[in-house]
């Protein structure tokens, strides 16, 4: 008996089949395996590269450290440093990084033993440098303190808990417990680090000036303490989101598409509205979706790209950080807002050649 003729309609619902069946499922999966690397490299990659007050630390693939922008403490040494490296940190004049047996090393500012230059021993899994504080996050989920503590934001005697990450803002300091709920102590003034801590379904915590942030299971982002610059809506920001980070008056979030979200303090082009731009080979200008992490300084920031390669905006001035060329960058901001800076280092506008990001399989 001979085979009837396949009709037009039967081979176009054959095509879809195919497509139902083989196709659609594994675009579907090749998309969630991205996001799925995108996120677990986003809530690791924060140990690979810092912004400071007016310094950026990198950690290179062979675990040696590259620094730019301000040197005038010996926290960015431009040779960089030599070692072997797990994770990084930078605070507003003082760097940290831990080596691979968990011991931390420590160069920079030291007027508060922020950065004691013997280092800390112990066997510690994550670090947190601030103004004139520092923690690190030992293995058994316990917090050792060392630095000024006038607001309680660096006690001596440690924080005991089972905690899984730690920031530190200017004088004050957050902790995310393995359940999801954050702990937080020190100063308090604009509602930043409420005593009684803070409920929810957190993965990833960061700390500002006078703000904080949490990031969400679900995507979104809680905000708290001061937003006189809308570094910190109260009502939070939606989105999905994979990372944080918290700068002295800005804030920025990695979307699952690797795009990154800005708000708060933009007076040196740090925290753009639109987000971070690039203009493609037509010449067009679109948004840049190639970044695997954040960091956020205090008036720059940076963003790891998944070649390894680091983004920088925002300010690059080199004044000396002398309190009289303090005082003129502040009246300079004020007169000329929205407006970006390039001069020196922690931010160069063509960004900084890798490859970064040890630990992590690009």
């Not at 590269?49 to 310094?55: D, K, L, Q």
């Not at 230059?117 to 293995?139: E, Q």
């Not at 905690?163 to 957050?174: D, K, R």
Request: net charge positive.
């Amino acid at each position: 008996m001979s085979a009837s003729p396949v009709l037009p309609l039967q081979e176009g619902e054959l095509a879809y089949e195919a497509l139902r069946l083989a196709f659609i499922p594994w675009q579907r999966e090749r998309r969630v395996a991205k996001e799925q690397e995108r996120i677990r490299i986003a809530r690791f990659s924060s140990k690979v590269f810092a912004a400071g007050s007016a310094h950026s630390l990198a950690l290179r693939t062979d675990g040696r450290i590259a620094c730019w922008g301000h040197n005038d403490d010996g926290q960015a040494p431009p040779a960089g440093v030599d070692g072997d490296f797990v994770a990084i940190a930078a605070g507003n004049g003082h760097s940290l990084a831990i080596r691979v047996d968990g011991s931390i090393v420590c160069w920079g500012r030291n007027e508060y033993r922020q950065a004691p230059p013997a280092g800390v021993p112990g066997d510690f899994v994550a670090i947190a440098a601030a103004n004139t504080h520092s923690l690190a996050l030992r293995r058994d989920g316990g917090i050792v303190c060392w630095g000024w503590n006038l607001d309680g934001q660096a006690p001596h005697a440690g924080v005991v808990g089972d905690f899984v990450a730690i920031a530190t803002g200017l004088h004050h300091s957050l902790a995310l417990r393995r359940d999801g709920r954050i702990a937080c102590w020190g100063g308090n003034n604009s509602g930043q680090a409420p005593p009684a801590g803070v409920d929810g379904d957190f993965v990833a915590i960061s700390a500002g000036c006078l703000h904080s942030l949490a990031l969400r299971r679900n995507g979104s982002i809680a905000c708290w303490g001061r937003n006189n610059s809308g570094q910190a809506p109260p009502a939070g920001v939606d989105g999905d989101f994979v990372a944080i980070a918290a700068g002295d008056w800005h804030s920025l979030a990695l979307r699952r598409n690797g795009s990154i979200a800005c708000w708060g303090r933009n007076w040196n082009g740090q925290a753009p509205r639109a987000g971070v731009l690039r203009r493609d080979r037509s010449g067009r200008i679109r948004r840049d979706c190639d970044f695997v992490a954040i960091a956020a300084g205090g008036y720059h920031s940076l963003a790891l790209r998944r070649d390894g390669t680091i983004a920088c905006w925002g300010d690059n001035d080199d004044d000396d950080d002398d309190d009289d060329n303090d005082v003129r960058r502040r009246r300079r901001r004020r007169r000329r807002p929205q407006t970006v800076v390039f001069d020196d280092g922690q931010a160069p506008p063509a960004g900084v050649a890798g490859p970064f990001g040890r630990n992590i399989d690009m």
